[in-house]
């Protein structure tokens, strides 16, 4: 099983960006879907959940302008980022919770992670 992360760039504040992340390989199945960041000398923090239920849960500091969604027959997860701060520049990490054939449970998968700065 693999995840590749995609979508990352430099955008002035106020700015757009879409992250995508698809997992790829023997996958029963896809609980929880992710978004993690970690910033420059700080922790790895959550930023995003989706639920194969779709319901959805967000970090207080990105309520209202970060949307994460998925489709469950690409097995893909998305997360747009709607009016960017720099505060927001990180290295973006998405996540999946996969039952995989060859294992028969369900293990916690990683992208590779990629760079969102936030510039004027």
């Known amino acids: 099983v693999q995840l590749q992360a995609s979508g990352g760039g430099l955008v002035q504040p106020g700015g757009t960006l879409r992250l995508s992340c698809a997992a790829s390989?023997?996958?029963?199945?896809?609980?929880?879907m992710n978004w993690y960041r970690q910033a420059p000398g700080k922790q790895r923090e959550l930023v995003a959940t989706?639920?194969?239920?779709?319901?959805?849960n967000y970090a207080d500091s990105v309520k209202g302008r970060f949307t994460i969604s998925r489709d469950n027959a690409k097995n893909t997860v998305y997360l747009q980022m709607n009016g960017l701060k720099p505060e927001d520049t990180a290295v973006y990490y998405c996540?999946?919770?996969?039952?995989?054939?060859?294992?028969?449970?369900?293990?916690?998968?990683w992208g590779q992670g990629t760079q969102v700065t936030v510039s004027s």
């Open positions: 996540n999946a919770i996969i039952k995989a054939y060859s294992t028969g449970y369900y293990g916690s998968y």
């Open positions: 390989g023997s996958i029963f199945s896809i609980s929880a």
């Open positions: 989706v639920l194969s239920s779709g319901s959805t």
